[in-house]
């Protein structure tokens, strides 16, 4: 099993660019989570999606987020325009049924 | 609510002694209750959890947990310290049945030879 794939790991982009981050969950699961780590702020959740479909986006800082899920194995969080307040590692995680989040590797993005 | 409260941001240790991680949890069912590992650049790694059956959890690289009820508490324990320990540790609760986890501050575990 590849575990959680990120991409890319590491992203460096202009403020007002936008930026797209992506995640494969692992095969079968059905829970797909994307957090946001800072060290103000530490580890916050931004939305998560159930079966594709977004539950809770009670975290998304603001309109300037977005994020999909069109299919099982795949997400995008999307930041547009981006700003360097935005600067933090993401995380994407996946869970089944047994309630255990699985961690991709992160993406470190730097916004100038 | 659900919380969860790690008591102090940074814990220092000499190789080979006891580590003792705290987390206090507030939750109005019973829970299920994790440990997470971040090593440094990398993701959260699943160390440990508490789903209901034996209350002393065993889990990767040594470390254990004990689930008390009474005291609202799981902390992390392992009886000697490695240098690779040195790590992020992230207490976590879900109320049973729901699909989130709330993670607690972390801890930032470091080890002296």
């Known amino acids: 099993d590849a575990g959680v794939i990120q991409s890319p790991r590491h992203e460096v982009t202009e403020m007002g660019q936008e930026v797209t981050l992506r995640c494969k969950p692992i095969s079968g699961h059905d829970y797909l989570f994307w957090y946001r780590q800072t060290m103000m702020r530490g580890l916050e959740l931004l939305i998560y999606f159930n079966n594709n479909v977004p539950i809770d986006d009670s975290g998304m800082p603001e309109d300037r987020f977005s994020a999909k899920m069109p299919n099982a194995s795949f997400s995008t969080l999307k930041i547009q325009p981006s700003e360097p307040r935005d600067s933090a590692v993401y995380f994407c995680a996946s869970s089944g049924t047994t309630y255990e989040q699985y961690f991709g590797p992160g993406t470190r993005l730097t916004v100038t | 609510a659900q919380s969860v409260t790690q008591l102090g941001s940074h814990v220092s240790v000499s190789e080979g002694a006891l580590v003792l991680l705290r987390c206090n949890y507030s939750?109005?069912?019973?829970?299920?209750l994790f440990w997470y590992v971040q090593y440094p650049n990398q993701g959260l790694q699943l160390l440990l959890k508490y789903t209901s059956a034996a209350t002393l959890v065993k889990g990767i690289n040594g470390f254990e947990a004990e689930f008390k009820k009474s005291e609202t508490s799981f902390h992390l324990t392992k009886p000697s310290a490695h240098m690779s320990d040195a790590a992020e540790y992230f207490c976590a609760v879900s109320d049973r049945g729901a699909d989130k986890l709330i993670f607690g501050t972390g801890t930032r575990l470091q080890v002296f030879p």
């Open positions: 939750s109005s069912v019973p829970p299920y």
